[in-house]
C-alpha cells in the first residue's frame, strides 16, 4: 500500500504548518486563551482562506471535497500547536453530521457559511449520567406539530459557549439507555430557552454547560427514531481527527523532551548522556510511532460500511493512541522535572491536551472493555 502523500496534500500539510508557526507560538497561544472567545478569531479567518473550514463538503456545495486523509493532516499540524480554535466541532464533528444527515436543501444553506468562517457549531450531547455512553439520553424531544420541542441539560459541550448552531441529541421514544428512540436535533443557540454558561476546559479551550427549556429545533438530522447510527457514524469519524491530533501533540512533546535532554546538565554532563534515559525517550518514541501507525489505519477504517466493524477498528484506535499518549506525557513530565509543572512552559499544556484528547468520546480503559465484551479486533479461530 502507498502511504506517499500526494502534491496536493503535501501542498496542504505545508501550508497548515507555515500558518500556525506564524499565528501559533506559545506565547501567543497564552493570549488567545485571554480572549473573550477563547482562541483567536485572526486565525479562524485565515483557516477560512486556506479552505480548511471547507475541508469535508463536496465542492459544489462551496467545499474542499477533502477526505478522510486531508482531515487528519490537518489535524495533526493542529494537535502540533495544541491550537484552540473549534475546527474539530465544526468541521469534522459538525461537518459529519451535516453530510451524514443533512437534506441537500440544508447543506446549501450552512455550508458555504461554515467554509467562510461565519457559522461555528458544537455538539451537546454529554450529560450528567451519560459518561461515555453515546446512548445514555435523558435530554427529551417531543413532536410539536411539523416539528420537535426540546428539553434538557447538557454537562460538556465543547466550545459551546460561542457556537451559532448547536447539534443536539434528544431522546423523542424509549428509556435513558434504549438504543432506540434518539434523535439529533439543529438548535440556534440564541433561540429562546437555550441557556448557556461558558468555562474553560483544563487544556485551556472552551466549553458550555447548555440547558434546553421548551427550545423548538430548527431541523432534524437523520432519523429522529433511529440516530444513534449517525451519532456513532460521526463520532467514529472525531476520533480518527483526534488520533491525528494526539500524533501531532505527541511528536512535539517528545521533541521537546529530546532537546532538554540535550542541554540539561547534571553531575558536569547532559542528562541525555545518560544510558536510563536514553531508554525512556526511545521508549517515548516507540509509543509515538506506535499512535502514528493507528491514526493511519484510523484514516482508512473510517470508511467502513460495516459500523461494528468500524466501531471495532475506532475502539483499537482509542486503546493505542490513548495509551501511547500516557506514557508520552507523562515521560516528557518526568523527564523535564519541576519545570513542565510550570503554566509557563509547554510541556505540561502539551500533557493537559494529550489527556483531554484521549477522554473524549472515550477513554483507552473504556474501550479496552468493549473489545472485551464484543470479541476483540480480531475474531478467535
Not at 501559533?24 to 482562506?49: C, I, L, N, P
Not at 469535508?56 to 478522510?68: C, I, K, L, S, Y
Not at 457559511?113 to 435523558?138: H, M, N, P, T
Not at 435513558?176 to 439543529?186: A, E, P, S, T
Request: aromatic fraction near 8%; include cysteine; charged fraction near 25%.
Amino acid at each position: 500500500m502507498d502511504f506517499d502523500l500526494s502534491e496536493e496534500q503535501r501542498l496542504l500539510q505545508d501550508s497548515v504548518a507555515k500558518l500556525l508557526a506564524d499565528k501559533y507560538g506559545f506565547e501567543q497561544r497564552k493570549a488567545y486563551m485571554k480572549t473573550k472567545e477563547g482562541w483567536s478569531t485572526e486565525v479562524w479567518s485565515q483557516m477560512a482562506e486556506l479552505g480548511l473550514l471547507g475541508l469535508p463538503f463536496a465542492e459544489d456545495e462551496g467545499g474542499f471535497g477533502g477526505g478522510a486523509v486531508e482531515t487528519l493532516l490537518v489535524a495533526e499540524q493542529l494537535g502540533r500547536a495544541i491550537a484552540l480554535e473549534p475546527w474539530l466541532t465544526t468541521v469534522v464533528i459538525g461537518g459529519s453530521f451535516l453530510r451524514n444527515g443533512a437534506s441537500a436543501e440544508l447543506r446549501g444553506a450552512l455550508v458555504p457559511k461554515i467554509a467562510a468562517g461565519e457559522l461555528k457549531l458544537a455538539f451537546a450531547q454529554v450529560e450528567r449520567q451519560s459518561r461515555y455512553d453515546l446512548f445514555d439520553v435523558l435530554t427529551s424531544a417531543k413532536k410539536d406539530g411539523s416539528g420537535y420541542v426540546l428539553n434538557g441539560r447538557k454537562g460538556y459541550v465543547v466550545h459551546g459557549d460561542s457556537a451559532e448552531k448547536l447539534i443536539v441529541t434528544a431522546r423523542t421514544a424509549g428509556g435513558q439507555r434504549d438504543l432506540k428512540g434518539i434523535g439529533v436535533f439543529l438548535v440556534d443557540a440564541n433561540a429562546p430557552g437555550v441557556q448557556r454558561r461558558g468555562y474553560r476546559t483544563v487544556d485551556g479551550q472552551r466549553a458550555a454547560e447548555v440547558e434546553l427549556s421548551d427550545v423548538r429545533a430548527e431541523a432534524v438530522l437523520g432519523n429522529p427514531e433511529n440516530g444513534l447510527p449517525l451519532v456513532d457514524q460521526v463520532v467514529d469519524e472525531a476520533i480518527a481527527a483526534l488520533a491525528g491530533e494526539a500524533v501531532g501533540a505527541m511528536q512535539v512533546a517528545h521533541d521537546m523532551t529530546v532537546d532538554y535532554m540535550k542541554t540539561r546538565q547534571q553531575f558536569g554532563r547532559p542528562i541525555g548522556s545518560f544510558q536510563a534515559l536514553q531508554h525512556r525517550a526511545a521508549d517515548m518514541l516507540v509509543a509515538l510511532e506506535q499512535a502514528r501507525s493507528m491514526s493511519l489505519f484510523a484514516a482508512m477504517a473510517v470508511a467502513e460500511r460495516d459500523p461494528a466493524e468500524r466501531r471495532k477498528s475506532m475502539a483499537a484506535v482509542k486503546v493505542q493512541v490513548g495509551r501511547s499518549a500516557r506514557f508520552v506525557g507523562q515521560q516528557s513530565i518526568q523527564l523535564h522535572g519541576g519545570i513542565a509543572m510550570t503554566m509557563e512552559y509547554a510541556c505540561g499544556h502539551y500533557f493537559k491536551r494529550l489527556t483531554v484528547n484521549d477522554a473524549m468520546f472515550g477513554d483507552a480503559d473504556h474501550y479496552v472493555r468493549y473489545l472485551s465484551d464484543t470479541g476483540g479486533l480480531v475474531q478467535a479461530a
